[in-house]
């Protein structure tokens, strides 16, 4: 069998109301969710490493099993998987309220090490996490079966702590970041600092996420934007952790080659901004089209202006 792609984050069933008053409930979401239906979009075995509760297969609705995804992680902790009430407003913004409460929700976390036997070793591992000592002292003993691992920095506290940051970087392979987080972390910095500052700790590639605009990729040899493709965009949530799960399997299929991992990252960002919730990561057509129409742009100036 394949070795799988791991995505160690949390599944969450989200209760949506929209700013016109329509209630989508029990939506899934969740940045493993996004993240593992990106992967799977490019890469056949995948499986989420998640605290989960008793309820899950019903919260669900089975659809982690439709997806093709691996049911081995899903770690049953609690009678009730972790559930959060959004409320989106008119002017775009939105509220998010855990709906078992913060105790709860710690629960859920995991760390690498309890990672079942069965689904190791990876080829590779997703990772949405901030500075947590222990989740990554755990990381570091459990490194070697972990594959090319991805980290997507989640912005909890990391407001400059860079050097922290920075410091961690010899555990991962590709680091992506989105331009609230490099403002955190650099102040009133460049495009062309955060990528030097991150391929000098030592990644291996850098993506700074700047939404409708795209992406910058960097790695030691090459630097270039990513454009979108032109698709449907109906709910922007989960878009990050789509393309950055997109981009880990386009890096594993071709490791090395930049341009492709952007293609495939654009391409399961695409998929997943056309609903709420995830696409169906077994529809690859479309995927496959999106990828073929994304831009990608030589950069050999103008990635000096401030972050915005």
Do not use: K
């Not at 979401?29 to 799977?40: C, I, W």
């Not at 690498?112 to 990554?136: K, N, T």
């Amino acid at each position: 069998m394949t070795a799988p792609i791991l995505v160690l984050s949390n599944v969450i069933i989200d209760d949506l109301w929209l700013a016109d008053g329509t209630h989508l409930p029990n939506t899934l979401g969740g940045a493993a969710t996004y993240a593992a239906a990106a992967a799977r979009l490019w890469w056949d075995e995948v499986a989420v490493v998640a605290g989960v509760g008793d309820d899950f297969d019903t919260v669900t609705a089975g659809r982690f099993r439709t997806f093709g995804l691996r049911g081995e992680g899903h770690l049953r902790r609690s009678p009730h998987t972790i559930q959060s009430r959004l409320v989106y407003r008119s002017d775009g913004s939105r509220t998010e309220v855990p709906a078992y409460g913060a105790d709860h929700f710690a629960r859920l976390q995991i760390i690498p090490d309890d990672i079942p036997a069965a689904l190791r070793p990876a080829a590779a591992s997703y990772v949405f996490r901030d500075l947590d000592a222990v989740f990554w002292e755990s990381l570091r003993r459990v490194r070697g079966e972990l594959g090319l691992v991805l980290w997507e920095l989640h912005d909890d506290g990391i407001a400059g702590r860079w050097a922290d940051v920075a410091a961690l970087m010899p555990l991962v392979d590709l680091f992506s970041l989105n331009l609230q987080e490099a403002r955190a972390l650099f102040g009133d910095g460049s495009p062309s600092r955060v990528c030097d500052a991150v391929l000098e700790a030592g990644a291996a590639a850098v993506v700074l996420r700047m939404g409708a605009d795209g992406a910058l990729v960097a790695t030691p040899d090459r630097r270039f934007r990513v454009v979108p493709p032109p698709s449907p965009v109906v709910d922007v949530t989960g878009g990050g952790n789509a393309f950055c799960g997109g981009f880990l399997a386009g890096w594993l299929l071709r490791p090395g080659e930049a341009d492709f991992a952007a293609r495939c990252a654009a391409a399961s960002a695409a998929h997943a901004l056309g609903q709420f919730g995830p696409a169906d990561p077994l529809d690859r057509e479309q995927a496959r089209v999106w990828a073929e129409t994304t831009g990608i742009l030589t950069l050999t100036e103008g990635i000096h202006e401030p972050v915005r």
